[in-house]
């Protein structure tokens, strides 16, 4: 069985993080889906060309969500990368199909978890 997974990055800084974490899940069998959240992609590498390529080869996808961005960086986004555009009612769809949801490159946690939760 193949799983859809979907990668929710709000984080510039996890960007690249996030991409290879997509391409290795993408490698693995499963469906990887990233969506970027307010942030412009890193500047255009090859490293990071050939990993989207191949995030796209094996079905996967990579989302600009446009309603979170200026304009700016919705236009950087889906000009320079040529990204897919995603609203917020697309994600929602997406992570009702998927099986696992990633929020990635969440700050570290500064209150400690109740013991309920252990």
């Known amino acids: 069985m193949s799983y859809k997974v979907c990668?929710?990055?709000?984080?510039?800084?996890?960007?690249?993080d996030g991409m290879r974490s997509a391409l290795g899940l993408a490698v693995e069998n499963m469906y990887s889906y990233t969506y970027i959240f307010y942030q412009k992609m890193p500047g255009k590498?090859?490293?990071?060309?050939?990993?989207?390529?191949?995030?796209r080869d094996m079905e996967g996808?990579?989302?600009?969500v446009t309603e979170t961005m200026d304009e700016e960086t919705k236009n950087f986004n889906l000009q320079e990368w040529e990204l897919a555009e995603a609203t917020l009612d697309d994600v929602v769809e997406k992570i009702l199909?998927?099986?696992?949801?990633?929020?990635?490159?969440?700050?570290?946690?500064?209150?400690?978890?109740?013991?309920q939760c252990a």
Do not use: H, T
Request: hydrophobic share 45%.
């Open 97 to 115: 199909e998927c099986d696992f949801i990633v929020g990635y490159g969440l700050p570290a946690q500064k209150v400690q978890a109740p013991p």
């Open 7 to 16: 990668f929710l990055i709000a984080n510039r800084s996890f960007i690249s």
């Open 45 to 55: 590498s090859e490293y990071l060309e050939e990993n989207l390529a191949w995030i």
């Open 61 to 64: 996808e990579f989302y600009a």
